[in-house]
């Protein structure tokens, strides 16, 4: 006697739209925190170079009973690879001084800005690029 029905082997649509639906879920979850993870690892570069430009500073004033009114003047250079822009503010005079960095990490409206004066102070305003 033949069987009537043959055992099948695969999946069936359903089982296959249900994983779709599942990696669909997982991804819309992951991809945004990837991305503000990405951001937040940028905006290390920033902290790092601002916190180098203080020393910079420091090292300046010591030589020189000032601060430089330029990232040249203390020996600052980008690398060319840099995300963020660096640049001493109007704001420098001979005992302070507030260096800046910008840059839009994703290109959208937002620029994300931080600075560090000669209070060791780093901070950036509350509309940063990766918030």
């Known amino acids: ?4 029905f ?3 082997s695969g999946f069936t649509l359903i089982e296959l ?3 779709v ?6 991804a819309a979850i992951a991809i945004p925190n990837f ?3 990405q951001c937040k690892a940028k905006q290390t570069e920033a902290k790092t170079n601002l916190g180098n430009i203080r020393t910079l ?6 030589e020189n009973d000032r601060y430089g009114s330029t990232t040249t003047i203390i020996g600052f250079s980008n690398d060319g690879n840099s995300r963020y822009a660096y640049q001493m503010n109007a704001a420098t005079t001979a005992t302070n001084f507030l260096a800046s ?3 839009n990490l994703d290109r959208d409206a937002l ?9 060791n102070s780093l901070s950036a305003p509350n509309s940063n690029d990766c918030q």
């Open 1 to 4: 006697m033949k069987k009537l």
């Open 6 to 8: 043959k055992k099948s």
């Open 17 to 19: 739209m249900i994983v």
């Open 21 to 26: 639906a599942i990696i669909g879920i997982l």
């Open 35 to 37: 991305m503000d993870y």
């Open 57 to 62: 500073q420091e090292t300046y004033f010591v």
């Open 101 to 103: 960095a910008t840059a």
């Open 111 to 119: 620029v994300d800005t931080w600075w560090m004066n000669h209070l």
